[in-house]
């Protein structure tokens, strides 16, 4: 009988510890939502702001530009649609975020500096610091599953793409700052919807769709 009580408290505990895990992973995830959520909409703004600062014609011309630009993060290999976005496993959807968000730290400074010169976003430093506090949000979710097994993935010893580009961005270059805030609202609209298909592929509901 001693036996059985002692069993079945382990149980207990067992069961209460899983629980608290599973609640504080959900709150994690929940907590990077939001937080890319606001980095996409920051994003959003500070283009349309710098759109609304040019004349009509630098206008057109910069919407002829942007279809046909490449941005440096395309060189992460990452979903090609919803389709391949749905059946990525979490954790190829954790460490893909990982490494957009990552691919910003120090582009993010020009973001900052350069540009918000002319754009009312608040602090300068706010981009780069939301960057930093949402990848190391992310980091501890890709800890949680891996739950103590090494990480093996490749693509971490791969040099950022940023490394050298955005060092020749120039104030007054309206084509490279367009094409820097372009591509940081289409990389904060990926981080955003790989991490609400992971949360979701998380939660017991079946029905992911995008």
């Known amino acids: 009988m001693a036996k059985a009580l002692v069993l079945l408290s382990m149980v207990l505990v067992s069961v209460f510890v899983n629980n608290g895990t599973a609640s504080e992973n959900q709150r994690l995830f929940n907590n990077a939502v939001i937080r890319v959520q606001h980095l996409h909409q920051l994003a959003a703004k500070m283009i349309n702001d710098f759109e609304d600062s040019l004349l009509p014609e630098e206008r057109r011309q910069l919407s002829k530009i942007f279809p046909l630009s ?111 805030l372009a591509c940081f609202k289409k990389d904060m609209h990926k981080v955003e919807t790989y991490l609400r298909v992971a949360n979701c592929r998380r939660s017991l509901d079946s029905n992911c769709t995008l």
């Open 70 to 180: 490449f941005c440096n993060s395309d060189s992460i290999e990452a979903p090609t649609g919803k389709d391949e976005t749905q059946k990525s496993s979490v954790l190829k959807l954790l460490r893909i975020s990982f490494r957009l968000i990552e691919s910003w730290e120090y582009p993010s400074q020009t973001l900052s500096g350069t540009i918000s010169n002319s754009l009312t976003i608040g602090n300068p430093s706010q981009i780069t610091e939301k960057l930093a506090d949402l990848k190391v949000g992310i980091s501890v979710l890709i800890k949680g599953c891996l739950d103590g097994q090494p990480n093996m993935d490749d693509n971490d010893s791969l040099p950022l793409p940023f490394e050298d580009f955005y060092l020749t961005l120039g104030e007054n270059n309206l084509r490279e700052s367009f094409r820097l």
